[in-house]
């Protein structure tokens, strides 16, 4: 079936660095793909979506790239900021369609002064 | 415009019992998506409503079962809860029609736990 998996549990990273939160999918017929932030006490909000005919799609200091030869996508954030600290979830709609979506595990991003 | 609201934020029950949680979706949407949220499982499908129809449906057993109202608003129920049901329950409205996907927005959820 299909799969969303993310390559880190946890990231830290210093403020203002950058942070790189990756992201691993399995089926190669996956044609739209979402990035969530989720703090504490919330639900998953929505960060930035990117299409299969695109390689990387640009928002407000995040960018999302797509490497569908293996199938592959990142989440890069400039110049993260502590509100930034939140878990970060890769997500593909089922092949069923609707509204369905595959989430990945998670990566929680912990920014440090 | 008001987001997704669930009620209620908070719930403790007992192993047995059975339990209903309720989620407004936003104005004009009329999906409305469930999702269970555990620190083992993850972020897990339950199910879809769309126009009172159940569309779409996850791999959880039938003591889940949910039902959607003419004004979108929709209702999910637990029966003969189990320790294992305990965790944060999500619930996405989307304003999406047909089969195509549309952004959805999720609520802060209800966290239940079974004792």
């Known amino acids: 079936g299909e799969s969303v998996g993310l390559h880190l549990p946890t990231l830290s990273v210093q403020e203002g660095d950058n942070s790189i939160i990756n992201c691993a999918y399995s089926n190669s017929a996956s044609d739209y793909f979402i990035w969530y932030k989720q703090e504490s006490g919330k639900g998953p909000q929505f960060i930035i979506d990117?299409?299969?005919?695109?390689d990387k799609r640009q928002g407000q200091r995040v960018t999302v790239l797509l490497n569908k030869t293996v199938k592959h996508l990142s989440l890069q954030i400039a110049a993260t900021q502590p509100g930034d600290s939140a878990v970060y979830f890769c997500?593909?709609?089922?092949?069923?369609?609707?509204?369905?979506?595959?989430f990945g595990a998670g990566t929680r991003l912990a920014v440090h002064p | 415009k008001a987001g997704v609201t669930q009620t209620p934020r908070y719930l403790i029950k007992t192993r047995g019992q059975q339990v209903t949680l309720s989620c407004s979706p936003i104005s004009g949407h009329r999906s409305v998506s469930w999702y269970q949220q555990t620190p083992g499982q993850g972020l897990q499908f339950l199910f879809e409503y769309f126009s009172e129809t159940q569309r779409n449906k996850g791999n959880f057993p039938g003591r889940f079962s949910g039902r959607q109202f003419s004004n979108s608003r929709s209702e999910m129920n637990v029966s003969t809860l189990e320790l294992g049901d305990s965790a944060l329950y999500l619930c996405a409205s989307s304003i999406a029609t047909g089969g195509i996907f549309g952004e959805q927005y999720f609520g802060p959820g209800t966290r239940l736990t079974v004792t």
């Open positions: 990117i299409r299969s005919n695109m």
């Open positions: 997500a593909v709609p089922h092949e069923g369609g609707y509204n369905k979506l595959i």
